[in-house]
């Protein structure tokens, strides 16, 4: 098997790893150390003779997961400044035309890394898929709205990983003119935010998106106050100059502690209202330059309805958020209520999903509430929102309930499924021992499908029909129009 490939920035040899081919910690763009930390990604310089990519790139400055979230989901720390790179695992560099996908990590856009075990590429290259896996600047770095800088740094990086995956590609074995972008969560979001800027620019031709859709992005005036507050924190005027002026290690701190505080202190009147709505700190920004609208807004009025997409969520997202700490024994009914009102909402919606759950606590009726709010009904959306779309809209939802503590079909429980990483230690943490094969089998040969030709093996959604497959252990099954009575609370208020 061939181990060593050109890019165009030189020649690197690879790491053969049960059967396929791995290279790793290849830098797309220039290192974003000093004053480029605020800077558009620049291409990675040039090397001469042969370089190694046999071991995992450097990984974004970010800080680590707190607690719990520690104990239940992996994020390796590697430090060094070539930091924005990518791995690329293929069956074979000699093959030809073999279907791309390039997985954009989540993690709120403040964690997570391209070297997170369980997201390795190689059963994809087992299969006969070229998998690519990107860094992009996170938080302030990635996402902060400061003078002197562009806006939605982490957004033009992923574009940059995409360009270079169009003009390199192809020394890997695979075909830059079959790519499909996918991710969790923050990259979900990510996912939907490139179908709205970057569809039809030839970066990629079909997208998936788990567990997060195209209603995530906040306002320059709410963006600038946290940019205020965070430069206030630090002492510096809220500029790119500033900030990169000061310590990374500090800067990221000082970033960690409003992340905690907009998640502690959700206060429309301190951050504004998108950011609280957002859940989120240093999400995308409506800079009006990269980001004009909202993704799921430009979506709606046709952007990227030429290319085939797979959305969907898990059953109990929100659990992983609230039942994996105290809250869910504290939570009152006075209080999930309260939650519906600080966003807006009538908070009778309440009603339904008590009604619907006689035996449940309020927190267990609280984060079922959240889920849909947050997650099922976005995705709903963006499906309908493509009703009309010459391209197929897939939806999904992952209801399998992990046996670890009582976090149900959580958030991020269907990764290591979908890359059929099951035996991949640590991956554990959250799918408990034993998690059943079979179900990894399923949906990584679906997900393997639809980046081969667009069909993942179920009906397309429609909102005469609303086919939704749902994977549930050996039960995978097309469910129509799931939880309808209480899908309908929401419409025309997400």
């Known amino acids: 098997m061939q181990e060593i490939t050109a890019t165009t920035q030189g020649k690197i040899r690879g790491l053969p790893v049960d059967g396929v081919m ?33 071991t995992l790139g450097p990984t974004v ?11 239940l989901l992996t994020d390796p720390n590697i430090a060094g400044g070539e930091c924005l790179n990518v791995n690329v695992w293929t069956p074979d560099p000699g093959a030809r035309g073999l279907p791309v996908m390039v997985w954009i990590h989540g993690g709120a856009f403040v964690y997570g890394s391209n070297a997170v075990p369980t997201c390795d590429g190689r059963a994809f290259a087992r299969d006969g898929v070229v998998l690519v896996s990107v860094n992009y600047r ?22 940059a990983a995409l360009a270079w995956v169009q003009d390199n590609i192809a020394a890997f074995g695979g075909d830059p003119g079959n790519v499909t972008i996918f991710g969790e969560s923050a990259g979900a979001m990510s996912v939907t935010t490139l179908v ?6 030839g970066l990629f031709g079909k997208a998936i998106a788990q567990s997060g859709a195209g209603h995530i992005a906040v306002t320059r005036d709410d963006a600038a106050r946290v940019t205020a507050e965070l430069a206030a924190r630090l002492g510096v005027e809220p500029t790119a100059e500033a900030f990169a002026a000061v310590d990374v290690d500090r800067l990221i701190e000082a970033q960690r502690s409003i992340s905690e505080d907009t998640t502690t202190n959700p206060d429309p009147a301190v951050w504004g209202q998108s950011v609280v709505d957002s859940g989120m700190a240093f999400p995308p920004v409506l800079d009006g330059e990269l980001l004009t609208a909202r993704p799921i807004d430009m979506i709606s009025a046709g952007t990227g309805h030429d290319i085939p997409m797979l959305v969907g969520t898990t059953t109990d997202e929100y659990r992983l958020f609230i039942a994996s700490t105290d809250y869910l024994d ?17 908070a009778a919606i309440a009603d339904t999903y008590r009604g619907n759950r006689p035996d449940a606590s309020a927190g267990d009726v609280l984060a079922a509430m959240t889920t849909d709010w947050f997650f099922r ?61 079979t179900l990894a089998d399923d949906m990584h040969a679906r997900w393997v499908a ?45």
């Open 61 to 71: 400055p970010r800080p680590p997961y707190p607690r719990p979230f520690n104990e």
């Open 138 to 159: 996170l938080g302030a770095p990635g996402f902060a709205l400061l003078p002197g800088a562009p806006a939605n740094l982490g957004v033009r990086d992923q574009l």
């Open 450 to 494: 639809f980046a081969e030709n667009g069909d993942p093996g179920w009906p397309a959604y429609a909102p005469e029909t609303r086919a939704v497959m749902t994977f549930d252990g050996d039960d995978a099954r097309v469910v129509h129009d799931p939880r309808a009575d209480e899908r309908r609370l929401w419409d025309g208020l997400v």
């Open 22 to 54: 791995a290279f790793l910690g290849i830098p797309y763009a220039d290192a974003p150390t000093g004053p480029a930390l605020f800077r558009a990604p620049a291409p990675a310089p040039a090397w001469d003779g042969v370089r190694d990519a046999v």
């Open 377 to 437: 009904v976005p995705a709903i959306r963006l499906a309908e929102a493509r009703a009309d779309a010459p391209s197929p809209t897939y939806a999904y939802e992952f209801a399998w309930p992990t046996p670890v503590g009582r976090l149900g079909a959580c958030h991020a429980l269907e990764i290591a499924f979908v890359f059929d990483t099951l035996e991949t230690p640590g991956t554990d943490l959250l799918t408990g021992p034993n998690a059943p094969q």
């Open 330 to 346: 504290a939570i009152t009914p006075e209080l999930a209520r309260g939650v519906l009102a600080l966003h807006g909402y009538d």
């Open 196 to 201: 709205a800027v970057a569809a039809g620019g």
